[in-house]
Nanobody, 119 residues
Framework: QVQLVESGGGLVQPGGSLRLSCAAS????????MGWFRQAPGKEREFVTA????????YYADSVKGRFTISRDNAKNTVYLQMNSLKPEDTAVYYC????????????WGQGTQVTVSS
């Protein structure tokens, strides 16, 4: 059974940066497009960004373009999300999973990692 573990969240001031990591056990991620998703309080989980299994192609929600960068290290079975110029509206629990659609996750959701952007 695949277990996804997200880490790297925390409290940061507006304009700050964080780097999130997504590690998996029970499955090699290298064959899958991987995505990051987020869920803010009172809102549905939404797509943030995704990366092709090769790492060549990436996709971003308009709200994070130019600020967030997704990457992967298939040798470490890990996917990363570099978040720069953070805004209060980026506050959410961040999750990773295979695919690009949060309504149809490939695997069970992990516990996520909380990102709070506040002064």
């Amino acid at each position: 059974q695949v277990q996804l573990v997200e880490s790297g969240g925390g409290l940061v001031q507006p304009g700050g940066s964080l780097r999130l990591s997504c590690a998996a056990s029970g499955r090699t991620l290298s064959s899958y497009a991987m995505g990051w998703f987020r869920q803010a309080p009172g809102k549905e989980r939404e797509f943030v960004t995704a990366i092709h299994w090769s790492g060549v192609n990436t996709y971003y929600a308009d709200s994070v373009k130019g600020r967030f960068t997704i990457s992967r290290d298939n040798a470490k079975n890990t996917v990363y999300l570099q978040m720069n110029s953070l805004k209060p509206e980026d506050t959410a629990v961040y999750y990773c999973n295979a695919g690009l659609n949060s309504d149809y996750p490939m695997w069970p959701w992990g516990q996520g990692t909380q990102v709070t952007v506040s002064s």
